[in-house]
């Protein structure tokens, strides 16, 4: 009927567990079973994570103050489980007073503490929790027994007069154990022989055994108040039932105060606790990991550990581990999870790209208005000298790179892909081609006359519409097969920061910038060209002017070049970086080119006559390109 030890070291667990002390420190009197409780305590504690700064088995000889001061030597194990007799549990007391010595006292018994231990406590050495099975005075019983030591000698008499002998608290088992026995017999007798000899009981022993383990029944001679149960458990012991104390001061005198019980569960009214400031003192290894810290534990004590925080890119999956995230992912704000990096493209919304469209649009609109004076003034000198289809395949040109701006700042697909790889350097080839075959025929024109060789070939019209068509044909042509080879793709990729994701075409960015080294040339074809005819005469005007836009076009690409290589990883940088730049490009062009032509158009109309001598050498040669006639005229 005495429940298993089991029981009690679970109960003890339970409290420890509750309050969270998980690092103690363990005694043990050497007498009778309690190192056998003691390792049965050990090892259930095991199981639940709680560890021990040491485990001591107490003998006669010890001293016990040596006992303390080493108990001292591990702050960290404030509590102390205790399975000792009540000599070893008073002397404890004693040094630990004399020493000053505070601990959190749990002191396990299976029966009842005497009351002379509150003579022994004192506060000072911390608190105490008791942890007793419980057991009640059977009156009855109690009353039967002075009955009889009442009809007994007189010797027996004042024996019991002398010693106050007070009644075992183990008596309430062994009635409960006969009651058990009893209730097991009516059962099975009633159940398989009620009409036979008790015989039969004899014969069906084993029978006997399942049924008496079976049996439930109130407890007799107990206090009315009280119910207990009385039966066995699936392991055939006794079922448990623990009360749990302290010892408390009430008006100078100390008392035991109930605080709880254990039934297979603990109940426990911490209201009734005295702690010191209210605060529930601490026994454990190591203190509780922060946020983002895991914990490295010593193989040979696992509640023992230092706390690492993880890095900024890793995780926490559990307390001993911390995970880098996979490319693409970062650690959410709490670091215990991986999310995927924000994705990271230029949008139509963002300043830069307000800034970029507005510059575009302005270019737009100004390129429409050139057009259009030029269509109005079409069959004017200043125009027809100018080369007027040059002027045209220049200004679309032109137009074209404004708008390329828009296939940039759009959102990355497969079209907008191939546009952008085929549209930005088709647009370049289409005006630096222009411009290169302008300067090529300027320069022969002018060292055939130098040579006094007659006037070179391919210069007309047709041929130079040719020349032009060609250049920029190869280009395009380049591109499309490069596109074939290697078609278009929207890809992710992940800034060197790893803090997100850049939407994007794939490689497109190194790809543009290969099929702008065809462009790369032609501006350095026409900047040479530019630089040759550098000297002619002053009234030839429009190629100081070509000159003028191409040496300002090779600083602004000496500048956009490395600037988008530098900012490859930040798209929202590198994209209104790059429409900026081609946009300066397409009004360095339209300014140095055009802006002469409109400047005599609006204020020098005089000078866009036939008549004016600026323009008479204008009738010796194609009209379409009269600066050839000036050509021939200055010489």
């Not at 999310?339 to 575009?360: F, H, K, M, N, T």
């Not at 191409?550 to 940088?573: D, G, H, Q, R």
């Not at 032509?597 to 005089?606: A, D, Q, T, V």
Request: aromatic share 12%; glycine share 4%.
């Amino acid at each position: 009927m005495v429940p298993s030890v089991q029981y009690l070291s679970k109960a003890i667990i339970d409290v420890l567990t509750y309050f969270g002390w998980t690092y103690v420190s363990i005694l043990a009197s050497s007498d009778d079973t309690l190192p056998s409780v003691m390792d049965e305590f050990k090892k259930e504690a095991s199981r639940h994570k709680i560890c021990f700064a040491s485990s001591t088995i107490l003998c006669y000889k010890d001293n016990f103050i040596q006992i303390i001061k080493n108990l001292q030597s591990y702050p960290k194990a404030q509590v102390l489980v205790l399975f000792v007799n009540l000599q070893d549990l008073e002397d404890l007391l004693n040094e630990a007073h004399e020493l000053n010595a505070f601990f959190i006292w749990v002191v396990s018994t299976p029966w009842k503490v005497p009351i002379n231990i509150l003579k022994k406590y004192n506060q000072s050495v911390g608190p105490i929790i008791i942890i007793q099975m419980r057991s009640y005075p059977l009156q009855r019983l109690n009353e039967h027994f002075q009955a009889k030591m009442k009809a007994d000698s007189y010797t027996i008499m004042n024996l019991h007069r002398e010693h106050q002998i007070p009644p075992s608290p183990k008596i309430m088992f062994a009635v409960n154990a006969a009651y058990a026995i009893a209730y097991a017999l009516r059962d099975m007798y009633n159940a398989t022989c009620p009409n036979v000899s008790s015989d039969c009981l004899v014969r069906n022993r084993e029978t006997f055994m399942t049924v008496l383990t079976n049996t439930r029944f109130n407890a007799p001679f107990i206090l009315s108040d009280v119910q207990y149960t009385v039966g066995f458990d699936r392991n055939d012991n006794g079922l448990a039932l623990y009360d749990i104390f302290t010892i408390q001061e009430n008006n100078g005198s100390l008392h035991f105060q109930h605080i709880g019980s254990w039934a297979n569960k603990l109940t426990l009214n911490t209201s009734q606790i005295l702690w010191e400031d209210n605060m529930v003192p601490k026994s454990h290894c190591s203190k509780t990991c922060g946020e983002h810290e895991m914990k490295i534990t010593d193989q040979g004590n696992p509640c023992c550990w230092d706390c690492v925080k993880c890095d900024q890119d890793e995780v926490l999956i559990n307390n001993l581990t911390c995970k880098k995230c996979d490319p693409g992912f970062q650690p959410n704000i709490d670091h215990n999870n991986c999310s995927e990096l924000p994705l990271v493209y230029i949008q139509w919304g963002d300043g830069l790209a307000i800034g970029s469209v507005c510059i575009s649009c302005l270019g737009i609109l100004s390129t429409i208005f050139v057009v259009g004076v030029l269509v109005w003034n079409n069959n004017t000198p200043i125009v027809k000298a100018s080369g007027r289809e040059f002027c045209y395949i220049l200004l679309s040109g032109v137009l074209l790179l404004y708008i390329m701006t828009f296939f940039f700042i759009a959102q990355p697909s497969v079209v907008i892909c191939s546009l952008r790889h085929l549209g930005l350097a088709t647009s370049f080839s289409i005006c630096y081609s222009a411009l290169l075959t302008k300067t090529n025929r300027i320069t022969r024109i002018f060292t055939s006359v130098k040579k006094g060789i007659a006037q070179p070939r391919c210069i007309n019209l047709v041929s130079q519409l040719s020349i032009c068509l060609a250049l920029v044909t190869c280009q395009l042509m380049g591109l499309s097969i490069w596109l074939i080879v290697d078609p278009a793709e929207v890809t992710e990729s992940i800034s060197l920061d790893n803090k997100y994701r850049i939407l994007k075409c794939r490689a497109g960015d190194m790809m543009i910038l290969f099929s702008l080294l065809y462009d790369v040339l032609l501006i350095l074809l026409c900047t040479a060209y530019a630089f040759k005819t550098r000297k002619y005469p002053e009234n030839f005007n429009e190629a100081k002017c070509i000159g003028f836009t191409m040496y300002t076009t090779c600083i602004i690409w000496l500048a956009f070049l490395p600037i988008s290589y530098v900012t490859f990883n930040y798209p929202k940088v590198q994209v209104p970086t790059l429409c900026a730049s081609v946009s300066l490009c397409a009004f360095v062009i339209l300014g140095g080119v055009f802006v002469p032509k409109l400047y005599i158009i609006f204020y020098h109309p005089e000078k866009n006559l036939k008549s004016h001598q600026w323009w008479k050498g204008v009738s010796h040669v194609d009209s379409s390109h009269g600066t050839t006639g000036e050509v021939f005229q200055s010489h």
